[in-house]
């Protein structure tokens, strides 16, 4: 008798967290993950656009930053903006299938300021711009609010205050808190964050920590390892809202080993751990070192920038899923025609006789297929499948002693949906 082991479960991509199409109007957190108003899983990969400071309107740079594949904007504003001109800014990036997260930073570094911003959300004209948006919208409150001196009771009964009152004005929409510190302070998230979604009535909060965490401020490359890693274990509804490759003042003119940014890393542990990121930024720094282009455009894209966007295995073009909804505008009929069904079924098997494991999987339709191993850190270990294939019955195999004991990874791809699971290896 052969001797067969199955490992972990089925996974039937039929699968979806459904939720009642008149709970929330578009975005919402379940758990430690997005929704969107379809149930789709999504995981946010994109950048900063600083609209508030240049082409407020996000004409050309949406299109643009379009090309990388990025799924969210974050679009940098500021209170002096006016509802009409927000109201292009967002209608300008759900024209490029991207999910808009609108942010203010008048009170960066100032947690005194949240209810200043939240004066300016609340403001008649303004709410009217977020309910026209509201199935496509995120809210970030305020960007970076507080130094490093914020209590724990000053950061909660703040955002209690601003929780209540954007939720009185009739938004409904995820909102986005970043951490103190200049968005630095994982730790007041990881400790506040549980009492908030719960404060909140909707339910319908994201954490978002700014890893700008060189060693000179005492950050380790292991720091980011194990603070993600821990975040998914709290079930925080956490995302990396800002990261780059160096941090400093508007003057630093070379890269250091004092003022790096691992972002490779950090793109890596978002991937392993499922965790959203947005990199600062695409273009107009006071520093260049910031910027991921030089003028602004996909084909300026340089360096760090090129890696983040594109050609890292971990990068926003590789990773990136833009849901059915935010490119379409709609549910497809029932959420049972959603396109990640065309994928039926995937089974993986551990055959110990003869040392190979198959995937298995049936198609409804022609799909485009990326079957790909990667280990318990995210690098890319093997890329099985990469093609467009036909409807019905299809299997992979590998063979055991290819790869060394341990955890693993396997990330399945039918056209633009993506699923990542455990596959555990025992000789």
Same mark, same amino acid.
Request: glycine share 6%.
């Given at each position: ?239 990396? &809202?800002? %990261? ?7 003057? $630093?003119?070379?890269? #250091?080993?004092? +003022? =790096? !940014? ?33 003028? &602004?455009? %996909? ?7 090129? $890696?983040?966007?594109? #050609?890292?295995? +971990? =990068? !926003? ?111």
């Amino acid at each position: 008798m052969v001797k067969k082991i199955v490992f972990l479960f089925v996974l039937s991509l039929t699968s979806l967290t459904v939720f009642s199409q008149d709970e929330l109007p578009g975005f919402r957190v379940d758990g430690r993950f997005l929704y969107d108003a379809c149930g789709e899983k999504v995981i946010l990969r994109g950048v900063s656009n600083p609209n508030i400071w240049f082409e407020k309107n996000g004409i050309p740079r949406m299109a643009e930053i379009a090309q990388t594949g990025a799924n969210v904007v974050r679009i940098v504003w500021e209170t002096r903006g006016t509802a009409a001109q927000l109201d292009l800014a967002i209608q300008n990036c759900i024209k490029e299938k991207m999910i808009p997260m609108v942010e203010v930073h008048d009170a960066t570094g100032e947690i005194d300021k949240v209810p200043m911003c939240v004066d300016y959300w609340t403001k008649p004209d303004v709410v009217d711009v977020l309910l026209k948006h509201e199935k496509f919208l995120l809210l970030n409150i305020a960007n970076e609010p507080g130094n490093g001196s914020v209590s724990n009771s000053k950061f909660r009964s703040t955002y209690q205050d601003a929780i209540t009152r954007i939720r009185e004005a009739g938004i409904r929409v995820p909102l986005v808190i970043d951490g103190t510190d200049w968005g630095k302070n994982i730790d007041m998230m990881q400790a506040e964050g549980p009492g908030l979604i719960e404060f909140d009535p909707d339910h319908n909060l994201l954490f978002s920590v700014h890893m700008w965490w060189p060693k000179m401020y005492g950050f380790t490359e292991q720091d980011i390892i194990d603070e993600l890693a821990q975040s998914a274990e709290l079930n925080l509804p956490l995302i990396v &809202g800002e %990261f780059s490759q160096m941090h400093g003042s508007c003057e $630093e003119n070379t890269i #250091t080993a004092n +003022n =790096s !940014i691992a972002y490779k890393t950090i793109m890596r542990e978002c991937q392993l751990n499922e965790t959203g990121y947005i990199a600062w930024s695409w273009f107009g720094n006071c520093n260049p070192f910031w910027d991921m282009s030089t003028k &602004g455009t %996909f084909a300026s894209l340089y360096d760090w920038g090129l $890696e983040v966007a594109v #050609t890292d295995e +971990n =990068s !926003i073009q590789n990773t990136s899923v833009r849901p059915y909804f935010i490119v379409n505008g709609e549910c497809k009929v029932g959420v049972e025609e959603l396109p990640h069904r065309d994928a039926a079924l995937i089974q993986h098997y551990t055959d110990l006789s003869s040392q190979r494991i198959s995937f298995k999987y049936s198609l409804k339709a022609p799909a485009h297929i990326v079957l790909t191993i990667y280990d318990a850190k995210g690098r890319l270990i093997r890329q099985l499948v990469n093609e467009t294939q036909a409807a019905g019955a299809h299997q992979q195999e590998l063979a055991i002693s290819d790869f060394a004991k341990g955890l693993y990874f396997y990330q399945f791809k039918a056209d633009e949906h993506s699923y990542s699971q455990k596959l555990l290896i025992q000789h």
